[in-house]
T-cell receptor
Framework: DAKTTQPNSMESNEEEPVHLPCNHS???????IHWYRQLPSQGPEYVIH???SNVNNRMASLAIAEDRKSSTLILHRATLRDAAVYYC????????????FGQGTRLTINP | DTAVSQTPKYLVTQMGNDKSIKCEQN?????MYWYKQDSKKFLKIMFS???????INETVPNRFSPKSPDKAHLNLHINSLELGDSAVYFC????????????????FGPGTRLLVL
């Protein structure tokens, strides 16, 4: 599984946008970019995923670089409930379906 | 109407004991997983079952034995518990990949916090 690199931690203020970066320079053509988050004392939670085009859902937006070597998870208006560890994960369509978690980015939201 | 549930939520036991953790999903998914999150918060896959068949078996001691009686259940039995088994164990489920009608998104349970004394 290709590796991803994320900052260990980020901090933002409530009601401001947050941009969480992820580098994945060894991504293959069939790898999907998935984002999960883990709130304190809870299981991981799916956020969004994409392949080549930018994606939007009710939780967030995913901006994917043209060369696909990096992506950015965008929380448009952060709330205190968005404080969590955010994981950027690559998943291919072949082989096993496991998720390979890195250390993720711990996001702190200031009131 | 919990999607993925685990029992028990907390488990405190002595070294050497045998214990089981149960997982149930009501999402109609065909694939279930066990992950372990250690004290340093790293999440690692342990096992995965697809339609009751073991498809992923990472390097896990033989003391850990998963069992899937049907597609909706995946249990984890641990023999001869050791101090290093203390961790949070998460169950997850998904529907198989796009070529089988699913997108592979995994849904996680709330976790079972195991403490071995």
């Amino acid at each position: 599984d290709a590796k991803t690199t994320q900052p260990n931690s980020m901090e933002s203020n409530e009601e401001e946008p947050v941009h969480l970066p992820c580098n994945h320079s060894t991504i293959s053509g069939t790898d999907y970019i998935h984002w999960y988050r883990q709130l304190p004392s809870q299981g991981p939670e799916y956020v969004i995923h994409g392949l080549t085009s930018n994606v939007n859902n009710r939780m967030a937006s995913l901006a994917i670089a043209e060369d696909r070597k990096s992506s950015t998870l965008i929380l448009h208006r952060a709330t205190l409930r968005d404080a969590a560890v955010y994981y950027c994960i690559l998943r291919g369509i072949q082989g096993a379906q496991k998720l390979v978690f890195g250390q993720g980015t711990r996001l702190t939201i200031n009131p | 109407d919990t999607a993925v549930s685990q029992t028990p939520k907390y488990l405190v036991t002595q070294m050497g004991n045998d214990k089981s953790i149960k997982c149930e999903q009501n999402l109609g998914h065909d694939t279930m997983y066990w992950y372990k999150q250690d004290s340093k918060k790293f999440l690692k896959i342990m096992f995965s079952y697809n339609n009751k068949e073991l498809i992923i078996n990472e390097t896990v001691p033989n003391r850990f034995s998963p069992k899937s009686p049907d597609k909706a259940h995946l249990n984890l039995h641990i023999n001869s518990l050791e101090l290093g088994d203390s961790a949070v164990y998460f169950c997850a489920s998904s529907q198989a990949r796009p070529n089988r009608g699913g997108d592979g998104t995994q849904y996680f349970g709330p976790g079972t916090r195991l403490l071995v004394l």
